[in-house]
Structures are given as C-alpha cells and as structure tokens.
C-alpha cells in the first residue's frame, strides 16, 4: 500500500515489488492530496480479488488507509508491516487491528514524532520499531533498499 503518492522506481517498496513475482500493489494513487475513501476502497478491492490471506505492506499513508481499512472491512489478513505513518490524528483510528502488525518507526520523520508512532503503535496493537534515525524512509531519505525491514517482514510472517 503506497502512500499518497506513487513511489519513485527506488524506493523500497518498488524494489520488494519487483524482487518477488508474488507481491502485488493495491491500485497506486493518483497523487496528493490523499484520499482516505479512495484509498480504502482500493485496499477493499485488491483484497476481494483473492481468499488467500494477505500480508500488507504499507508506506506512510498507506498505514492509514490499513488502519481505516480495517474498521470498516474484514477480510483475509494475516499481518500489516507499516513503515513510517504520518501523525494525522484527524483521519487516524485508534482501534486496535484484527491482525497481527509491526509499525515502524523513524526518530527524525518529518510527519511524525517518535512518540506519536509510539501512540499509534499502542492505538493498534502493533509491535513497536524504532528503526533510528531513516527520515521517513523514502527514496528522499536514502532508501533504496531497505534489508531491516525484509527482515522485519519475515519476522512478522514467521
């Protein structure tokens, strides 16, 4: 689940998309500005697309659209990994979700303080990350790839 716009061709999540056959992009946004009920109703779709459970990946943004996502739809989800949410506490549910998550987190992300990923991390019932310093973990900040959270995502599957 990408965030509010479409990740450049290094970002990470582009590299994990093109490195595993098996990974799929729920429809990529238009752009910003986000659209929360837009972005939601692609999730919903791409999810009925399979009865397989799903692991979602999801980017900034993206994290939102799960977290909303999953108070108003149930579906075949096994785990989320969120990398780097932004602090929206306008959009922002803070029930817990019905799967298993991890929330990554940056201690200099420009849209969110480590203590408010803190928050939502809680908000969620998700596993805490603090991942350093890593910006908001975007092509801006220097990635390109991202093997901790390959690993991280394995850990979540496992």
Not at 5 to 30: D, I, K, L, T
Not at 67 to 78: D, L, N, S
Not at 136 to 153: I, M, N, V, Y
Request: hydrophobic share 40%; glycine share 8%.
């Amino acid at each position: 689940m990408p965030g509010r716009g479409v990740p450049f061709p290094n970002h990470w999540s582009r590299q994990w998309a093109r490195a595993h056959p098996g990974y799929r992009w729920a429809p990529e946004p238009p752009g910003p500005p986000y659209q929360p009920d837009e972005r939601v109703a692609a999730l919903d779709a791409a999810l009925g697309e399979s009865d397989e459970p799903a692991v979602l990946i999801a980017h900034s943004a993206g994290c939102l659209t799960v977290a909303i996502w999953a108070t108003r739809h149930a579906g075949p989800v096994q785990a989320a990994l969120l990398a780097t949410p932004p602090w929206v506490p306008e959009l922002t549910p803070e029930q817990k979700l019905p799967f298993r998550s991890l929330l990554v987190a940056s201690s200099n992300d420009p849209h969110a303080t480590l203590e408010q990923s803190e928050r939502l991390a809680r908000d969620w019932g998700a596993e805490f990350v603090d991942a350093g310093a890593v910006g908001h973990l975007d092509s801006a900040s220097g990635f390109g790839p991202w093997p901790q959270g390959e690993k991280l995502l394995q850990r979540l599957v496992d």
